[in-house]
């Protein structure tokens, strides 16, 4: 049991947008900047967005993040099928000098 | 090219040890904060363990504390993963991946996994 929460499934069809949720605490989310995760089934992790909205080099601008207290979203936008994958929030979790680094449980995204 | 590539995986019996390997190319790795992340069949992403720069401080899940121990060997890019007292649940792919700005970014750069079976 995560200490952040994702909906476990999410869909759209081809050019909609789609929006997933991350809820956590003041522990976490309200305290250190949110990473995103996207891992398309059978290939390891790819760093989707980190510090809350910053997109890595080569990740297309249809991904954005943003963060609010202690929830964090992550949209895309002109959904594309490649982008069927599963998607993972992840932050920092305790005291500074404790913290622990926790993943929420992800959400399936299907392009209908 | 940045890679990350694990080794070590396999068929192992309960109560049984491993030690996973990952070795770094291309990337900078001393002064990085490392971790290992597992994904049982069919579940998401749960972190395991992770070490710092000098290698001098780690941490564990509650899940492995006590069987696993994380290490690394900065001469040749490497951290390591011995897993003791090895049980069913432990049966997963486990990645290793490097922090992305230093101690802080959390995992950025990750490789692509080596999967541990549990099973008599």
């Known amino acids: 049991q995560s200490v952040l929460t994702q909906p476990p499934s999410a869909s759209g069809t081809p050019g909609q947008r789609v929006t997933i949720s991350c809820s956590g605490s003041t522990s976490n989310i309200g305290s250190y900047t949110v990473n995103w995760y996207q891992q398309v089934p059978g290939t390891a992790p790819r760093l989707l967005i980190y510090g809350d909205d910053q997109r890595p080099s080569g990740v297309p601008d249809r991904f954005s993040g943003s963060k609010s207290g202690t929830s964090a979203s992550l949209a895309i936008t002109g959904l594309q099928s490649e982008d069927e994958a599963n998607y993972y929030c992840a932050t920092w979790d305790g005291s500074l000098n404790g913290r622990d680094w926790v993943f929420a449980g992800g959400t399936k995204l299907t392009v209908l | 090219e940045v890679q990350l590539v694990e080794s070590g995986g396999g068929l192992v019996q309960p109560g049984g040890s491993l030690r996973l390997s990952c070795a770094a190319s291309?990337?900078?790795?001393?002064?990085?904060?490392l971790y290992w992340v597992r994904q049982a069949p069919g579940k998401g992403l749960v972190w395991v363990s992770r070490?710092?720069?000098?290698?001098?401080?780690?941490k564990y899940a509650d899940s492995v504390k006590g069987r696993f121990s994380i290490s690394r060997d900065n001469a040749k890019n490497t951290v390591y993963l011995q897993m003791n007292s090895l049980r069913d649940e432990d049966t997963a792919v486990y990645y290793c991946?490097?922090?992305?700005?230093?101690?802080?970014?959390?995992?950025?750069?990750w490789g692509r996994g080596t999967l541990v079976t549990v099973s008599s």
């Open positions: 291309g990337i900078t790795f001393n002064n990085y904060w």
């Open positions: 991946a490097r922090d992305r700005t230093g101690n802080t970014g959390g995992p950025g750069w």
């Open positions: 070490i710092n720069g000098d290698g001098r401080s780690t």
